[in-house]
């Protein structure tokens, strides 16, 4: 009878230490888990964060574009850059183009 016990005794064991090495490995399975889910919410916020400065450049540069083309400062830099002028009243020519000479695509 103490041969059997002691057997029994030996089985607790091994499933004990089998148990122990199941604990530790998924106890390390949800630490390395939670460590790429850390990493992985850095990496977004990063993103997001470029996203919104990207967003706030392209704003920018939507002003900058509409600023650029406005037709008070393309005259000004005609002017100032190319020596542009306005044209006096006769100075304008008028051509009329008949149907027959406008290509139809």
């Given at each position: 009878?103490?041969?059997?016990?002691?057997?029994?005794?030996?089985?607790?064991?091994?499933?004990?230490?089998?148990?122990?090495?199941?604990?530790?490995?998924?106890?390390?399975?949800?630490?390395?888990?939670?460590?790429?889910?850390?990493?992985?919410?850095?990496?977004?916020?990063n993103?997001?964060?470029?996203?919104?400065?990207?967003?706030?450049?392209?704003?920018?540069l939507?002003?900058?574009?509409?600023?650029?083309?406005?037709?008070?400062?393309?005259?000004?830099?005609?002017?100032?850059?190319?020596?542009?002028?306005?044209?006096?009243?006769?100075?304008?020519?008028?051509?009329?183009?008949?149907?027959?000479?406008?290509?139809?695509?």
């Amino acid at each position: 009878m103490a041969h059997r016990h002691a057997r029994w005794v030996e089985q607790v064991a091994r499933i004990n230490a089998l148990l122990l090495i199941l604990t530790i490995a998924c106890a390390l399975g949800v630490v390395t888990s939670q460590h790429k889910a850390r990493k992985l919410f850095v990496e977004l916020q990063n993103e997001k964060d470029r996203a919104q400065q990207m967003d706030v450049e392209w704003g920018k540069l939507q002003l900058e574009q509409g600023t650029l083309v406005m037709p008070a400062r393309v005259e000004q830099l005609a002017r100032q850059q190319l020596q542009m002028h306005m044209p006096q009243s006769e100075q304008i020519r008028y051509i009329r183009v008949s149907s027959a000479m406008v290509r139809q695509p």
